[in-house]
């Protein structure tokens, strides 16, 4: 049952360098979504994909690209690392179904540093 | 766009005592779903609650309901009997549709100390 997968969980990493963070869902789900959290900002959107083959931009998507792979999984890479992407991400899915929206369920996380 | 205010970045209460923390919104939307979101010190982002914005009556979930007001764009989360484990962040979130999916938008939340 292992809902939202995201690896890795801690990542260190010097200015310049590149990295992708992955993300897969077990849940049939066709929704994913890549949130970063900063102190004291909650969490913001920086891609989603609606469904497979499809991405669109959040709040704060300069200095990030994604991937929707398959259904299951959504990357989010880092070309060029900055100082100022050091932050928490979030990886999510949803469904929606004739019941109305379904609450996202939300990976553990991934603490980046970028030094 | 849609805007989510938290104005309590901190609060605390003693345990078994009852604490409201309040979200605002902003939206032209009619339709809508409203969250909260407990965060404990695991990082893990978990759902304490949901209302539909068509729905008149509020949300509650055994010790947490939310007073749901639609005309004043309100929507406050009271946490009855707290525990220790209550302690952690609380965003309140919007998500502007009924129909499809949609992403969140997160208020900046409130930090809950439970102290015993």
Redesign the interface.
Known sequence: NAGVTQTPKFQVLKTGQSMTLQCAQDMNHNSMYWYRQDPGMGLRLIYYSASEGTTDKGEVPNGYNVSRLNKREFSLRLESAAPSQTSVYFCASSEWDIGGNQPQHFGDGTRLSIL | AQT?TQSQ?EMSVQEAETVTLSCTYDTSENNY?L?WYKQPP????I?VI?Q?AYKQQNATENRFSVNFQKAAKSFSLKISDSQLGDTAMY?CAF?K?????????????TRLSVIA
């Open positions: 989510v970045p779903y969250f695991s990082r893990q982002m759902l949901r539909e965003f998500m549709t009924m129909s499809g999916n949609t992403p969140l938008v997160f208020g900046k939340g």
